[in-house]
């Protein structure tokens, strides 16, 4: 799927009414999926722009962590790994969301670090995790477990959560 095919909302659409905003976080979840670096970059960063103009809204969470992933996950695709361990931790600062409190975070970006050898970074994301993701039901703890162990946890399904447009919302 061509990214110009899906409807864009204008910045100031999106900035004053709450579906627009859902419609802009789906855009730069499908452009992840299809487009080039330059374009995924730039509507993750116009993306975090919009959040803090919808702090009000139930999926500003999500915006704040999505949007960190895929800038994490382009910085460690381009070698940036200091970079993406930024991301990472600014991804942890959600104040959450209703879908972060019951499915939890997105640990993509987490596991690839892990790989790059970088488990200090993973450690302190799942503490910050720990804050919205209230029912985690020992998952956190399992991965911390794991992870002091010299391991890569199975993240299962939080490898995906929030990063498929259909989970988006």
Known sequence: MNVQTIP?????EAATAGPQFILWGNHLLRAFRSSDADTVRALAKEYLQLAESNRQSKNYGNAIHQANTVL????????????????????????GSSQLAGFGPNMLLAHKLLKAGRSHAVLKYLDCCSKFWKLS???????????????VPNFGANLSYLLDPKSFG
């Not at 864009?8 to 100031?12: A, K, M, Q």
């Not at 039901?137 to 010299?150: A, D, N, Q, T």
């Open 72 to 95: 994490g996950l382009l910085a460690l695709e381009n070698d940036h790994v200091d970079r993406a361990e930024f991301y990472l931790a600014a991804a942890g600062r959600t104040p």
């Open 8 to 12: 864009v909302p204008t910045r100031l």
């Open 137 to 151: 039901f020992g998952k956190l703890w399992m991965w911390k477990f794991e992870i002091r162990r010299g391991r």
